[in-house]
Structure formats: structure tokens, C-alpha cells
């Protein structure tokens, strides 16, 4: 039987195989078949035409396409992928009637991207099968998707036959259509002025358009279907010229036999007497030789130095975690300070919603507060014969001691030394009157760094005369963003934010919510690269989520290594793992960070952590935030980024930035295994919470 049916691996769409072909008699299978020539050359013939194809080349044979392989160079080697065409039709309804065809008859034309980035698919595809790591099949299944709509956007039958049709939707759409309806019904009687009615179309008209798209006539065409599609028949059937002639459509034997010939240079019968044989005899012409698949990713590994998964295990890293160890304190403040904004934008509800929601789940010790003293002085300038109005300042710093912030006033301030001193001592009478004098001393203020030195000295003679000098925060203490970078929006903070304040970095202070800046022209409302922790829209972005992991940790030190740290708090353990780069001291324009891949070892790591001596239960809760869970950026990027989102988008967005969790249970034990992995630009954090019973 020439008919083959693949099998493929266990669970996939999707079988490999690696091989020395010295030849492999006609044939056609129920499956996509991709070739790889990683050595040597091979003769492809298919249907009615033969292509050499060489080393590094590629072809493509569709599902029940009729052909055979030979080659002369007996150290061939062949990467055979047969994709079942059943997996593509779930997600592009016409995939059984669409083809892919490459091009191996053009010296240097397989040179170009499109064909780069196949051999990629294929390399990858390839890489998971060998290695199988952790979901490997989720993987396969995603990668044989993103190929598939590779082939279909760049190597489409009918760009083959007429490269102007990439460009016009609407035509590519029409004769696929033709084709398909030929293909479907080329057994019955077709005619050109049918398919014109159909497509509204002249005749004459479709007759030309055919020609030049196929370069063939409707009717050749027609009738090269027919015969391509007879070949099967002749070689898997036992029935007569005749019969096989009137089921594909021919009117008479005499005109099969007449286009059979012009195609194959021989007439059915011949055809048949030449190829047709028992199963035996079948199996003995095939001269193929399989080989292990390990083979074949070494001579693909060039395509992989930046696939993240290739040699996974070597990224495997152990950790020994022994809860009978002596701790040492740890006294990191991680959760230090946060840019509240403008004092004015304080009280908003949402924005009261949203710093209670921050406190909950973070608790930052300083709340950074802007614009108190313009607001102030503004009022009372039009009338300095007033007092200042401290009520809705007072109120906005009241909600946020309730909120166990400790506050850290911006001084800034755009006034002569006179006026200066009156606000200040105007602002130290009502709030030390209100709070006590040793409350509001026990604040902190802050000077910018864009005032100038004159402003400085001034104000440090100020607070010098009246009020303890040490209040004050240098501006070389505090550094507040002045920059917009999309890199804010993106997973990137998420081990650049643990990095360093695991490392006592003096770390940029964040703005809790992003600033509409209408001096920086926007593209969107949703991400437009300020240094928020959440959106000005309330998505939470992948920085917040670090240092809700910050957060959790304890006040003792069990462990600390260059990409995790272990710490202790009443009795319960934290683990908190994070990618690391050598570059995590600073933050690289977007292109840098993602699209050129330019900093390095940012690649998934897995941990198997080993717990030794844990003498209690432990709940296990495990918190996975990266760019696919825990980054609404990613999420917006991957819906075509756009510009103004409804309310359901924007739900879809919040729940998106929100981390992964997972619990699970351990019970006592000498050792206790925890297996956990770390993606590209990210954070694990595991709990063990002692069960008390």
C-alpha cells in the first residue's frame, strides 16, 4: 500500500524523525511533511516535477501529495517532521485545503529571513523533542502553532505561483478559492463559466487570470488535478484505465490518456506497470537509514544560542537549605519609600483605595509627598494679609499616618528667602500645634535636586535657626525618576527592584501611581513608560508585584546567594528566587532589555531546593510573577497595544497582572524536595507557613 499513516509521539501532533534516504519509492501519507537536509543532497520528486535539494535547504510536501527521494550522496543526512494537519484546522478553519510550498530550484533563494526563521521553528521543535523538559508539549504545541502561521503568511501555494497576491488579501482570497472549489469537485463535470458565475467574474476575464496566475489554462489545470490525483489509483487499486479515467473526471479514456502522457511522459498503463508492485517488493526498494535525534540538534544548536530552553539542564541549579542552621539577623528596610505625587491628588477616593491597598499588601515605611508648599504659597500670595490654609494638607497627612506612613515633604519651592521663611514657620506652627512638636520633627524632609544652591543654603539656614537640621534628606539620598522608559512597564523591574534592595542599593524611589506628563507626547493611555508602581488607569504593573515579594520576607537570614535568598520569621520560611543578569545595577532602554536581547544569562532557571531537618508540617504557597503572569505590559502587547482600552479590556488587564499561585503540602521529613522555575525577567516566592496542630 503506497498510502502511509503517521505515527506520531504520544500525546502530539507532531513525529521526527533523523535519516540517511538513499531512496524511498512513491508514496503519500496523511501528514504534513517538512525536509530538513542537514548534509549532502537529495532528490525530491513530486507529482510531476523533481527538485535537488541541498544542504541547509528545505521542502515541503503536503498531506496525500504523491512523491519519492533519492539521492546519490551516501552521507546524506535528513530531518523529517510530519506534522498532522488535524492540529492546524483547530485553529485556521480552511487548513486542510490550504498548501505550503518552498523554493529549492533558485541557487540562494532559501538564503532569505522567512526561510531563517523556519529552520528556527524546526530547530526548536526539534530541541524540546530531545530534550523534554518541563512542558515540553505545551511548548511543542505553541511552537508548531507559531510555524504553522509562519507557513501561512510567507509560503502559501499561491504566493508560489504569483508573488503580487501577498499583497492583495482580497485576490489571494478569491483564487484560493477557485482552487479549492477545482480541488473538491475536479471528479465532476467543471466548467470556467460555473466559477466566473461564482466570483461575478467574465469569463474571459477569469480565463486570463488563471493563465497568467497558474500559467496554465483552466482546462489544463483542470485536467492536471485530475491526472496528479489518478496516480493514487493506479498504484493502490486494482481498477481499470477506464474505471480510474471516468472517476476523476475525464469524459474518455483517450483524453486521460493524452493528458497522463503530457504530464508524465508515459500513459497510465505504462505508469503503472513501471511503479506498481506487492508490499514485499516495496519495502525491500527502501534504502533508508534512521539516526539518533541527539545527532541532529548538535548540527542545529546555531539556531538555537538564543532559544532560552536549549541545554535547560545545564540552568538547573541546586539549592541545600538546612533549617537547623543559625540565623543572623536581617535588618534591610525593603520596604523603604514610595512617591505618593501631588499632595492635591492625595484624598481622591481611588487613590485612598489604592495607598490602603498598597500598605496591605507592601507597607512602606515613607510616603514621598509633592506640591504642599506651591499649593500653599499660591493662595497666599493673591492676599498675604491671610493665613495659609493647612486643612486639606493636614487631612491628606492624617490619612496617611493612619496608614502607618511616616511622611517625607518635598520642599521645593520657586519663592524669595522672606517667603520661604514665613510658609515654613507658618507650616511648623500649625502641624507641631496639631501633632506635637516631636511628631512633625520625626518627619522628613526633602530637598530636590533641581533647586539651586542658592535655594539650598537658604533653606538649610532656615530650618537651621528654627528646627533640627537633621530632619533634612539630601537630594543625593532620595533619587526620584526623571525620565519616561517603557522598560518601567515591563518584567524587567521585577529582579532589577529585588536585585538591588536585597543588595542595599540606594534604590530610585517609585511613584505609586503613574503621572500624566503632558509635556511627553503619548501613543496610549495605558503604558506609556512612567515610573509608576500601578497605572493611572489602577493595573497593577510587574513592580509592584516585586516588592509584594519583598515584602514577605523574614527578619532572619537563613541563606543568600546571587539569584535567591532564604530569610525566617516566627517559625515560617521564605524563599524568594529571582533571574539575574550581570547588568541588574541599572535600567537599559526597552530595546536592550527585550528586543536585542542585550543583557545576559536573563534565561529561565529551574531549582530543585532541598529542605533538610523539617521537623513540622509546612503549608507550601508558591507566588510566580514574569512576563506571563504577573505582567499586564505583555498581556496589552499581545491584544495589538491598543491606544484606548473599554472595561472589559481593562479587567482583563488587571487580572492578567496578577501573580500565579499554587499550594501544596509537606509533610515532616529529613529531606523535603521543592522543584520550582524562575522565567526570563522574574520572581518565585515560597512560603512554608509551620501547620500548628
Keep these: 500500500m503506497r498510502k502511509e499513516y503517521t505515527e506520531y509521539i504520544a500525546g502530539l501532533p507532531l513525529n521526527i524523525a533523523f535519516a540517511n534516504i538513499m531512496e524511498y519509492p512513491i508514496h503519500w501519507h496523511d501528514s504534513i511533511e517538512i525536509l530538513f537536509v542537514l548534509k549532502g543532497t537529495i532528490d525530491l520528486k513530486m507529482e510531476t516535477e523533481t527538485y535537488n535539494v541541498e544542504e541547509r535547504e528545505i521542502e515541503i510536501i503536503n498531506s496525500n501529495e504523491v512523491h519519492s527521494l533519492k539521492s546519490k550522496d551516501k552521507d546524506n543526512r535528513v530531518l523529517i517532521f510530519n506534522i498532522d494537519p488535524n492540529f492546524f484546522e483547530k485553529y485556521y478553519k480552511d487548513a486542510k485545503d490550504v498548501f505550503f510550498y518552498t523554493n529549492s530550484s533558485i541557487e540562494g533563494i532559501q538564503e532569505d529571513e522567512n526561510y531563517y526563521i523556519l529552520r528556527k521553528y524546526l530547530a526548536m521543535l526539534l530541541c524540546e523533542i530531545v530534550q523534554k523538559h518541563d512542558a515540553y508539549e505545551d511548548i511543542v504545541e505553541e511552537k508548531l502553532l507559531d510555524m504553522m502561521f509562519h507557513l501561512l503568511n510567507n509560503f502559501h501555494y499561491l504566493f508560489y505561483e504569483e508573488e503580487s497576491l501577498r499583497e492583495d488579501e482580497v485576490q489571494l482570497e478569491?483564487?484560493?478559492?477557485?482552487?479549492?472549489?477545482?480541488?473538491?469537485?475536479?471528479?465532476?463535470k467543471v466548467s470556467l463559466q460555473d466559477i466566473a458565475k461564482k466570483e461575478f467574474l467574465s469569463s474571459q476575464y477569469l480565463s486570463y487570470k488563471i493563465k497568467s496566475t497558474f500559467?496554465?489554462?483552466?482546462?489544463?489545470?483542470?485536467?492536471?488535478?485530475?491526472?496528479?490525483?489518478?496516480?493514487?489509483?493506479?498504484?493502490?487499486?486494482?481498477?481499470?484505465?477506464?474505471?480510474?479515467?471516468?472517476?476523476?473526471?475525464?469524459?474518455?479514456?483517450?483524453?486521460?490518456?493524452?493528458?497522463?502522457?503530457?504530464?508524465?511522459?508515459?500513459?497510465?498503463m505504462q505508469y503503472r506497470k513501471k511503479y506498481k508492485m506487492d508490499s514485499e517488493k516495496l519495502e525491500k526498494m527502501k534504502k533508508i537509514k534512521f539516526y539518533d535525534l541527539e545527532e541532529a540538534l548538535s548540527a542545529v544548536s546555531h539556531y538555537l544560542e538564543d532559544y532560552d530552553r536549549f541545554n535547560y539542564e545545564s540552568k538547573t541549579i541546586r539549592l541545600d537549605i538546612d533549617l537547623f542552621e543559625e540565623l543572623e539577623p536581617w535588618d534591610v528596610e525593603i520596604e523603604n519609600i514610595v512617591d505618593l505625587g501631588q499632595v492635591?491628588?492625595?484624598?481622591?477616593?481611588?487613590?485612598?483605595?489604592?495607598?490602603?491597598?498598597?500598605?496591605?499588601?507592601?507597607?512602606?515605611?515613607?510616603?514621598?509627598?509633592?506640591?504642599?508648599?506651591?499649593?500653599?504659597?499660591?493662595?497666599?500670595?493673591?492676599?498675604?494679609?491671610?493665613?495659609?490654609?493647612?486643612?486639606?494638607t493636614q487631612r491628606a497627612i492624617s490619612f496617611l499616618m493612619k496608614q502607618e506612613f511616616i511622611p517625607v515633604i518635598d520642599m521645593g519651592m520657586k519663592y524669595s528667602r522672606e517667603e520661604m521663611s514665613f510658609v515654613l514657620e507658618e507650616f511648623f506652627h500649625y502641624f507641631m500645634n496639631y501633632y506635637g512638636e516631636d511628631l512633625v520633627c520625626s518627619w522628613k524632609y526633602f530637598i530636590p535636586s533641581n533647586m539651586s544652591e542658592e535655594y539650598i543654603k537658604k533653606l538649610e539656614e532656615i530650618l537651621d535657626e528654627n528646627w533640627k537640621r537633621d530632619m533634612v534628606i539630601?537630594?543625593?539620598?532620595?533619587?526620584?525618576?526623571?525620565?519616561?522608559?517603557?522598560?518601567?512597564d515591563t518584567s524587567y523591574m521585577i529582579p532589577y527592584i529585588i536585585y538591588n534592595l536585597?543588595?542595599?542599593?540606594?534604590?530610585?524611589?517609585?511613584?505609586?501611581?503613574?503621572?500624566?506628563?503632558?509635556r511627553v507626547k503619548m501613543d496610549n493611555e495605558i503604558f506609556f513608560g512612567d515610573s509608576g508602581l500601578v497605572t493611572n488607569n489602577y493595573?497593577?504593573?510587574?513592580?509592584?508585584?516585586?516588592y509584594f515579594l519583598l515584602s514577605q520576607l523574614g527578619n532572619n537570614?537563613?541563606?543568600?546567594?546571587?539569584?535567591?535568598?532564604?530569610?525566617?520569621?516566627?517559625?515560617?520560611?521564605?524563599?524568594?528566587?529571582?533571574?539575574?543578569?550581570?547588568?541588574?545595577?541599572?535600567?537599559?532602554?526597552?530595546?536592550?532589555?527585550?528586543?536585542?536581547?542585550?543583557?545576559?544569562?536573563?534565561?529561565?532557571?529551574?531549582?530543585?531546593?532541598?529542605?533538610?531537618?523539617?521537623e513540622d508540617d509546612y503549608r507550601v504557597i508558591k507566588y510566580y510573577i514574569n512576563n506571563k503572569c504577573g505582567c499586564a505590559y505583555d498581556k496589552w502587547n499581545s491584544i495589538g497595544r491598543p491606544k484606548r482600552i473599554d472595561k472589559k479590556e481593562l479587567e482583563i488587564l488587571r487580572d492578567s497582572s496578577r501573580p500565579k499561585i499554587l499550594l501544596s503540602y509537606g509533610k515532616k521529613s529529613a529531606v523535603h524536595n521543592i522543584v520550582a522555575t524562575v522565567e526570563e525577567y522574574g520572581g518565585t516566592l515560597i512560603i512554608l507557613k509551620k501547620v500548628h496542630k
Design 344 to 392: 492635591k491628588n492625595l484624598l481622591k477616593e481611588e487613590n485612598k483605595r489604592l495607598i490602603e491597598e498598597i500598605q496591605k499588601e507592601i507597607g512602606f515605611k515613607y510616603g514621598l509627598l509633592h506640591g504642599i508648599f506651591e499649593e500653599s504659597l499660591y493662595s497666599y500670595l493673591k492676599d498675604t494679609s491671610g493665613l495659609i490654609n493647612w486643612r486639606e
Design 474 to 488: 539630601e537630594s543625593e539620598e532620595i533619587k526620584t525618576f526623571q525620565d519616561f522608559n517603557t522598560v518601567y
Design 502 to 518: 536585597i543588595e542595599k542599593k540606594n534604590l530610585t524611589v517609585f511613584k505609586a501611581v503613574d503621572e500624566v506628563d503632558y
Design 539 to 546: 493595573i497593577k504593573k510587574s513592580s509592584y508585584y516585586a
Design 557 to 614: 537570614l537563613v541563606s543568600k546567594g546571587e539569584e535567591y535568598i532564604v530569610t525566617e520569621k516566627d517559625g515560617d520560611y521564605q524563599i524568594l528566587l529571582f533571574s539575574h543578569s550581570e547588568n541588574l545595577d541599572f535600567i537599559p532602554a526597552y530595546e536592550e532589555a527585550f528586543l536585542n536581547r542585550g543583557l545576559k544569562n536573563t534565561i529561565e532557571r529551574k531549582f530543585s531546593i532541598n529542605i533538610k531537618n523539617m
Design 215 to 268: 500559467g496554465r489554462s483552466f482546462n489544463d489545470f483542470l485536467n492536471l488535478i485530475r491526472v496528479e490525483e489518478s496516480t493514487k489509483l493506479l498504484l493502490d487499486t486494482d481498477k481499470t484505465i477506464s474505471e480510474i479515467s471516468e472517476e476523476v473526471g475525464f469524459s474518455h479514456v483517450r483524453y486521460y490518456n493524452k493528458h497522463f502522457k503530457t504530464n508524465y511522459k508515459l500513459t497510465p
Design 174 to 188: 478569491r483564487y484560493h478559492r477557485i482552487v479549492k472549489y477545482i480541488s473538491n469537485n475536479y471528479m465532476n
